[in-house]
């Protein structure tokens, strides 16, 4: 079982930031496929932001320019900087993870990580 912590959770008001955190194991963290998802209430599965294996970083469109995510390899660390925050980001965050496919491929879909952690709440108000 893959263990995948988060924390950085919280409340912030609209315009606020948050920076959420997600420690992985060593071997998850340097050869895994690597995300941020989030699901909303009543909503599907999302993708935040999406790290390839060798480096690429997809963010979704609803963050692109508000949100950043950085690592952290001395401490297995993946962040997720999140500015200019809004109330449609209210949403349950979670850490995932994946084995690459052939070539080092990850999937494109939010619900088709393998691994994920245990969710960690995040609440904008207006």
């Known amino acids: 079982q893959v263990q995948l912590t988060e924390s950085g959770g919280g409340s912030v008001q609209s315009g606020g930031s948050l920076i959420l955190s997600c420690v992985a194991p060593?071997?998850?963290?340097?050869?895994?496929?690597l995300g941020w998802v989030r699901q909303a209430a009543g909503k599907d599965i999302e993708s935040v932001v999406a790290i390839e294996t060798k480096g690429a970083i997809t963010y979704g469109d609803s963050v692109k320019g508000r949100f950043t995510v950085s690592r952290d390899n001395a401490k297995n660390t993946l962040y997720l900087q999140m500015n200019s925050m809004k109330p449609e980001d209210t949403a349950i965050y979670y850490c995932a993870a994946d084995e690459p496919g052939s070539g080092d491929s990850c999937s494109d879909r939010a619900d088709e990580y393998a691994h994920w952690g245990q969710g960690t709440q995040v609440t904008v108000s207006s």
């Open positions: 060593r071997d998850i963290y340097s050869r895994y496929c």
